[in-house]
Structures are given as C-alpha cells and as structure tokens.
C-alpha cells in the first residue's frame, strides 16, 4: 500500500508569510507525528496526535505554529509569519497504536525555504 | 529526561570492511531504541528496532545492533560494507512510544 505522503516537497515561503505544510498518513494509522530537521541535525519532535486528538504539542517552538488533524487521518502544520530560523525539514511519520511496536513510518518530508 | 548522542558526525569505511556506528542514550526508564537510515531527499526508514527480550537485534541490510543497559548503549553494526550503505544514520530513543529523541546522525560514507 501508499507509504507516508507530503505536499509540497518543496516550499519557499518570503519571511512573514504563513505556509501550511499536508501529511497524508498511512491508512489505518491512529498516531501521527510532526517532526522539524534543521540542516545536520537529527529530527526534533513537534506535536503527536491520536487520531484527532493532539496529545502532545510541546515540541511547537512558537505559538507561529499550529497543528491540526481534524478528522483523525490527513494533518496540516501551519506556520504563521515565517522567519527564517523556520527553514528545516519538515518530517511527517504515521504509526499503528500497537503495544510494544512504536514503530513510525516516516514521510519524505516537505524543505521549507524562508527568504 | 531522555536524550541520544552520536559519537562521530562522519564515518568512513572501506567496501567490505565493518561498519560500527556509536549511539549512547539516557532515560530515566528502560527505553525502547531505534536505529533509522536516510538517503538524501527522503524520509527515514527504519533499519531496526529494541523494545523488550533479546538484546542483540537484526535488521534489515545486513545490519544489527546491541542493547547493552550497563553501557547505555546500542551502537550499529554491520560486518561488511556496501557501496550502497553510504547514508546518514539516526539512533532514537522513546519510553512512551509518544515522544521519539533522536540523535544528530552519523553520515558513513563507503570508500570502493
């Protein structure tokens, strides 16, 4: 089946204007996962959700940033006024909830360009 | 708290010669480790995983790694390099399944 989807890949976004960045999980998967990658850095986490649910946002740098997932499947982050310290990696990861597994399948992430 | 450290931002082996990439992590809890390669302009995939039983897990490609708790550690190997293992590599760490740490990554490169 589909894997972890994004759109756009790319975005280059002039600092002050707001993007929205799409994750298209896998399927059936209750977890999602927002993550940010600065440039050689390793992935530092954002927000979690459990199907609509977000459980967890305290990885959201600023209040610039906001995540939603509506009806428990595809996920928008949204970043208001961008600055340039916004330009990273933007990674999605989606999971079943399974006991023991925690096992993320990871998007090909969306590189947002602050100009 | 928990976090991963990455001892070596750069690795370089020769084709056919051991790959050994460090990862070392703290929690406060016994934690469930992962191992995740990146090729470039794609998303991490998972090479293997340790939540609980035997400490010595094998993945894909070739590749396994050690749980050892008196060292903190569960460092990847691999015992012959390929040309196309050359990637960067990401040890992570979650206790809760909700929130994953990961390290800064080890980039190994295979010399032919």
């Known amino acids: 089946g589909a894997g972890v989807s994004q759109s756009p890949r790319y975005k280059v976004a002039k600092r002050g204007q707001d993007v929205a960045l799409r994750c298209d999980p896998i399927s059936g998967h209750v977890s999602l996962f927002w993550y940010q990658q600065a440039l050689g850095q390793g992935p530092e986490f954002l927000t979690y959700?459990?199907?609509?649910?977000?459980?967890?946002k305290s990885g959201l740098p600023s209040d610039r940033f906001f995540a939603e997932r509506p009806e428990g499947s595809v996920s928008t982050l949204k970043i208001q006024r961008t600055q340039q310290e916004d330009s990273a990696v933007y990674l999605c990861?989606?999971?079943?909830?399974?006991?023991?597994?925690?096992?993320?399948?990871f998007g090909p992430g969306t590189r947002l360009t602050v100009t | 708290a928990q976090s991963v450290t990455q001892l070596g931002s750069h690795v370089s082996v020769s084709e056919g010669a051991l790959v050994l990439l460090r990862c070392n992590y703290s929690s406060s809890v016994p934690p469930y480790l992962f191992w995740y390669v990146q090729y470039p302009n794609q998303g991490l995939q998972l090479l293997l995983k340790y939540t609980t039983g035997a400490t010595l897990v094998k993945g894909i490609n070739g590749f396994e790694a050690e749980f050892k708790k008196s060292e903190t550690s569960f460092h990847l190997t691999k015992p012959s390099a390929h040309m196309s293992d050359a990637a960067e590599y990401f040890c992570a760490v979650t206790n809760t399944g909700n929130q994953f740490y990961f390290g800064t990554g080890t980039s190994l490169t295979v010399i032919p």
């Open positions: 959700f459990q199907n609509e649910a977000q459980l967890d």
């Open positions: 990861a989606s999971s079943l909830t399974s006991s023991n597994s925690y096992e993320q399948y």
